[in-house]
């Protein structure tokens, strides 16, 4: 062994035990924070856990069984479903159109000073929670669906145009350089060089984010969007146990249809596009 390669050994374990320090000091940052975390809150396990408390969350559990499964209330259910469903599919469908348009500033292709203004509303966009969208569209345009609407399409927005132009700008920008050189216009040369490699990954984004959609349509409800989270509020407030059942099953149901619709949607597209 010559002593470069000695030496060379010596400064890879010294580096090697470094890296190893200093995971463990993240570690035991992040054990600490936790530790931090519930002495600051507070927690009363003993009450959480005792006899009395699980005596209770056992009664009201069993408050939500059995489900209303009567035929009139399952078909106010389907009503619901269907709402949310069309509530999250047009604010999907509004934000793939408007994350589109403002990836295509926000990859660089306009400019800086249009790069830095698109990132700028993309992060504000999607900044804001929906819920709070959602109050903001209900003030705005009224109680119902629209607003939920609205409220999906506004954040996901800000969460697509994101993830759009990190598509965009980490794609190989060969395939549209040659087509520009070869004289084609720049519309021609993206719509054909660029927009094929990042198309099946910007669909699976898309439909990743209904799924989402579909879940915070049920929310939504609850600040007066309509929809399934309508219903459960209405009932919850109530206190109609067995009916806020049956609208939580209605959600779960709905989540995995459109999760194995996605999928399968996922799996056809993608010989298709590489």
Not at 163 to 169: H, K, V, Y
Request: with cysteine; charged share 15%.
């Amino acid at each position: 062994m010559t002593p470069s390669s000695g030496a060379d050994t010596t400064r890879a374990r010294r580096d090697m035990l470094g890296q190893r320090l200093l995971m463990l000091a993240v570690a035991l940052g992040l054990l600490g924070a936790v530790a931090a975390s519930f002495a600051t809150l507070g927690i009363d396990f003993g009450a959480l856990l005792g006899a009395e408390a699980l005596r209770s969350m056992a009664g009201f559990v069993a408050e939500f069984f059995p489900p209303d499964l009567r035929p009139g209330f399952l078909r106010k259910l389907g009503e619901a479903a269907l709402q949310t469903l069309a509530v999250s599919a047009a604010g999907s469908l509004l934000a793939v159109a408007g994350g589109a348009l403002l990836a295509l500033p926000a990859a660089g292709r306009f400019g800086l000073g249009a790069r830095l203004a698109a990132r700028l509303a993309l992060n504000l966009l999607r900044s804001v929670p929906e819920l709070v969208w959602a109050a903001l569209m209900v003030l705005a345009a009224g109680l119902g669906p629209f607003a939920g609407a609205l409220a999906l399409a506004l954040h996901t927005s800000g969460v697509l145009g994101r993830l759009f132009a990190e598509a965009l700008e980490n794609s190989p920008a060969t395939p549209e350089r040659a087509l520009v050189e070869a004289g084609a216009g720049r519309v021609v040369a993206f719509a054909w060089g660029r927009l094929p490699l990042v198309a099946a990954q910007c669909l699976a984004y898309s439909l990743y984010r209904w799924e989402m959609n579909i879940r915070m349509a049920a929310v939504l409800g609850f600040v007066g969007a309509g929809g399934l989270g309508q219903l459960l509020y209405f009932h919850l407030s109530l206190f109609h146990q067995r009916q806020a059942a049956s609208v939580l099953l209605a959600m779960f149901v709905l989540v995995l249809a459109v999760d194995a619709a996605s999928q399968r949607l996922r799996r056809g597209l993608a010989p298709a596009w590489g």
